[in-house]
Nanobody, 126 residues
Framework: QVQVVESGGDSVQAGGSLRLSCAVS?????????MAWFRQAPGKEREGVAS???????RYTDSVKGRFIISRDTAKNTLYLQMDSLKPDDTAMYYC???????????????????RGQGTQVTVSS
């Protein structure tokens, strides 16, 4: 059974930084394949934030480009999201998604092909 556990969420002021972590267990080397972050703010639809493929290729939603960096430590089976220059619009529950058998992230990160955790709350105040 694949388990995904996020951590690192907090309340910060605009302009601040946070680093989210996502630990994956139950599938060896899961972090070597597709992993991603998505978020959902109250009253808004889920939004894909960033993803990383087996070959290291990354994708970001336009609103976070230049501010967020997705990375991973395959030895620790852990995914990270470094978030800088945070804005109030970044306030949301952030979820990690893992697709251990997919070398390339496709579709929405909350789809049936992905395992996801319970989320970690990020709150950015102005």
């Amino acid at each position: 059974q694949v388990q995904v556990v996020e951590s690192g969420g907090d309340s910060v002021q605009a302009g601040g930084s946070l680093r989210l972590s996502c630990a994956v267990s139950g599938y060896t080397y899961a972090s070597r394949n597709c992993m991603a972050w998505f978020r959902q703010a109250p009253g808004k639809e889920r939004e894909g934030v960033a993803s990383i493929n087996r070959d290291g290729g990354t994708r970001y939603t336009d609103s976070v480009k230049g501010r967020f960096i997705i990375s991973r430590d395959t030895a620790k089976n852990t995914l990270y999201l470094q978030m800088d220059s945070l804005k109030p619009d970044d306030t949301a529950m952030y979820y990690c998604a893992a697709a251990p058998t997919m070398p390339v992230c496709v579709g929405v990160y909350w789809g049936a092909n992905y395992y996801r955790g319970q989320g970690t709350q990020v709150t950015v105040s102005s």
